[in-house]
């Protein structure tokens, strides 16, 4: 079975420009979680999807950040425009049920911002 | 405001000796504290995880020692061995319900386990 994936596995980008980034969860996982890491920090919450509704959006920085989850598969986080600050890994986990079980998450997509 | 506050922030055991990794935590409604093991270049990993009814879980060499008076919770590796050299990181979060997955982590410490 496959598991949590993440593209781009990195992307450097200048500041003001867009960036993407995609998250394909575990086959049949309701749940679908972004997590941040800056350097050397603790990795962030940044929100939280059940199927395609989100659940839980308060760990978002701000405005800037837009993340969808049409259908209820495969999510997407666009950062526009990006600023320095927002350089780190970004994480997307999954689980199956809500509200028990294991969070697997993927490789994460390290972000550059120049 | 962090949290969940974890020490030390990189630790260097030889191997066989014993890893001792610490968190503390200022959320009383916190109800499972999962530790997550990952690999350079990997996601995090599930490691262990416990719940406050129990001071401690063990499963092989790493075990989970929890303190809920003081707000504090351990892991030890027993035995450490170079395989374990990973980043480890304590976490919280409320069971039940959807805050479950919000899970609030530790800064982690970096393990390095000499041969």
């Known amino acids: 079975e496959a598991g949590v994936t993440q593209f781009p596995s990195h992307s450097v980008i200048e500041k003001g420009q867009t960036v993407t980034l995609r998250c394909d969860p575990i086959s049949g996982h309701d749940n679908l979680y972004w997590y941040r890491r800056v350097m050397g920090k603790e990795i962030k919450f940044l929100l939280h999807f059940v199927k395609e509704s989100k659940q839980d959006e308060s760990g978002m920085p701000n405005n800037r950040f837009l993340a969808e989850r049409t259908g209820g598969t495969y999510s997407t986080l666009k950062v526009q425009p990006a600023e320095l600050e927002d350089s780190g890994v970004y994480f997307c986990?999954?689980?199956?049920?809500?509200?028990?079980?294991?969070?697997?998450f993927g490789e994460g997509s390290r972000l550059t911002v120049l | 405001q962090q949290q969940v506050k974890q020490s030390p922030q990189s630790l260097i055991v030889q191997k066989g000796g014993i890893s001792i990794i610490n968190c503390a935590y200022e959320n009383t409604a916190f109800d499972y504290f999962p530790w997550y093991q990952q690999f350079p270049g990997k996601g995090p990993a599930l490691l262990i995880a416990i719940r406050p009814d129990v001071s401690e879980k063990k499963e092989g060499r790493f075990t989970i020692s929890f303190n809920k008076s003081a707000k504090q919770f351990s892991l030890h590796i027993m035995d450490s061995q170079p395989g374990d050299s990973a980043t480890y990181f304590c976490?919280?979060?409320?069971?039940?319900?959807?805050?479950?997955?919000?899970?609030?982590f530790g800064q982690g410490t970096i393990l390095t386990v000499h041969p």
């Open positions: 976490a919280a979060s409320r069971e039940g319900g959807t805050s479950y997955g919000k899970l609030t």
């Open positions: 986990a999954s689980s199956q049920a809500t509200g028990v079980g294991e969070l697997f």
